[in-house]
Structures are given as structure tokens and as C-alpha cells.
């Protein structure tokens, strides 16, 4: 396969390379990314010298661009994760919300339809079905997505399936609960609140902290997009879930746990505006349908990952930016 990965430089895109990599040693991968703020090439340094990887900056807003690095490298296989992602970023600023996660993933189901490709994994989220006191979303829930982020990213999965019916264009949609794991912008609520600690800050639980997440690890959901690669069929929806579900304040209590601190290090701070109460995927559908199931327990994945951030604050310290949170603290405080 020769695989077009759009946002490879960001947190999931980058495992992912590396996994592929790893596992199929017949594989080119071309990292397609812009190189915004949570998009670092660190996160790819073990695989730069590789022959079968390339890194090409670019904008899947750009429809000239994605076309150019389809033909030159004779892509045959789209995966997208890039996207805007940050649902506080979404409530300041939605602009580049709209633009790169639906008129970005616009321009690669053109490509996809346009070079004949054999398929295209759109990366997507949970969020687009709002929030849910019980039970589980399915893929067939209907769509409520409640922040500008999850509005922009339903806008994206829609075409997609658009794309499908009307011209059968070959894409499969992942809805996907919230990824953990190294390398993750220091903006998320797990690696913020790491990072927060080894700094000797406070952490900001928005709310009574009462919400509640599904968690997945990086090489679960790696295996996940690689199952759905090579074996869902084009127009297909999965949900991927791990079925790991625990409140943003026990979360905390972890964190704090494994850094040594106590609770005095909570600050509660104003809810999040349109904050979503809950998600939880039904994910029996990868299950039965591919034999996909999540393996890393949500303790021993959290463990990992607060010591990957203990032993590597070369990687943190130079990108993470609290300037946005005074800003965003100031605008909803
Ligand atoms: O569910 C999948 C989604 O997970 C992805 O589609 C999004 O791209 C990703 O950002 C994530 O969205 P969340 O809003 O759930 O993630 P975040 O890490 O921002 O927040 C997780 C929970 O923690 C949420 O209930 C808000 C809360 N939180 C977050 C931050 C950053 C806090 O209490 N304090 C914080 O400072």
C-alpha cells in the first residue's frame, strides 16, 4: 500500500506511521501535514531516515496540494486525522474548525474519488453524537453534536457518506472515543494535568469534574484504523471503544495519585460552556464484524503514559503554551 496519512505529525497520525511502519515492511507512508501548533515532527524522529516514510507539508485545505501529493507519490490509500480537535479552542475560534474538518475532508474525498483510490479512513470522534446519560451510542445514533468542533467534524462524516451514496466513493468512517498515550499535546486533560504537576502547578478540573469519558490507548486505537484498513468495507461506520469508562475527577485523583500530590492540587474553575455530560460507544459492531478488540487496561495505559511525560520533558516544555488557558480562563471565569 502506498497511504497518504493527513496529519501525521500530530499525536495519533504519528503513532500510527510508526506502527504501519513496523508492521508492514512493503508499506510507503507519506505524512501529509500542515504543522500547526500540536503538529511535531519529534513526534517521528525514529522513523525520519526510513525509506518508505516521507514527510510533506501541506494543507488538506488546499485542493491543488492534496492532489499533487496523491499523483507524485502514487498514493493508492488515504487515512485522515488531521483535524482541528480542541473542543475549548472550537468555542473561541471555530473558523478553522469549519474549514479544515469539513472542507479538508472535502477536498480528500475529491482526491479519493478523483485518483480512483482504493480506500480512505476517516478519523472521527464520539462527540458527534452529543452527550448520553445511559447506554451506549451506536453507529446508527443520529448525530447531535453539541460544540463547533463536534458540529464541524459530523459536517465532515456526513460528506463522507454523502460521497458514498452518491458516487461510491470508497470511505469508511471511525467514531472514536478519546485517545491516550505519549506524545499528546499538552493541552488534553491528561497530559495537561501531568504536565501541570511536573511543573508544580495546579490542575484546572472544569465543573464538579463529574463528566464522564470512555479512554483508549494509542496502540489499541492504532490497531483499531489498521483492522478497519484492510477489512471494513467501503461505505461502513464504525464505533471504536474501549469500553474504559471513568469521571474526569477520578482521572485526577490517578494523576495525583502516581505524582505523589494531594487534592489541595484541584482548582475547580467554570464549567466548560455546551460541556457534554458523557459518551460511551457501542463498539460490539468492530467486534463481531472484524474481531477488533481494545486490550490495554485504562490504569496500566494511564501508568505508561505518565511516565513517558515524567521522562521526557525536552519533548513538553518546548511546545506547551499556556496562553490560550489564560485567555480562555478570562473569557469564561
Ligand atoms: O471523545 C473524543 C474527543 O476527545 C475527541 O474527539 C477530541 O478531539 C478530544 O479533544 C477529546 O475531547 P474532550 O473534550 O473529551 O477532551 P479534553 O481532554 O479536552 O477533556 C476531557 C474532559 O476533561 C472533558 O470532560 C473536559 C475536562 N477537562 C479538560 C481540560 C483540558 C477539564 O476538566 N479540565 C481541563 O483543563
Redesign the pocket.
Known sequence: MQILVCGGAGFMGSHFIKYILEKYPDYMLVNFDKLTYAGNLENLKEVENNKRYKFVKGDICDASEVDRVVRENKIDTIVNYA?E????RSVMDPSAFLKTNIFGSYNLLEATKKFDLKKMVQV????VFGSIDSGKFREDSPFEPN?P??AA?AGGDLLCRSYFVTFQTPVVVTH????YGSNQYP????P??VTNLLEGKK?????D?K????WIYTEDHCNAIDVILHKAKAGSVYNIGSGDEIE?IE??KLILEYLGYDEKMIEY?KD?PG??KR?ALDANKLKNELGWEAKVNFRDGLKKTVDWYRENEDWWKKIKDGSY?EYYKKQYN
Not at 85 to 88: K, N, Q
Not at 124 to 127: A, G, P, R, W
Open positions: 483535524a480537535t480542541h473542543v475549548d472521527s470522534t464520539d462527540e460544540s468542533y463536534s467534524k472514536s472515543c478519546n485517545f493541552e488534553k486533560l491528561i495537561l494535568f490542575v484546572p478540573v472544569y465543573g469534574g463528566q464522564v469519558r470512555e474526569n482521572i485526577t474553575v466548560r460541556h457534554d459518551y488557558l
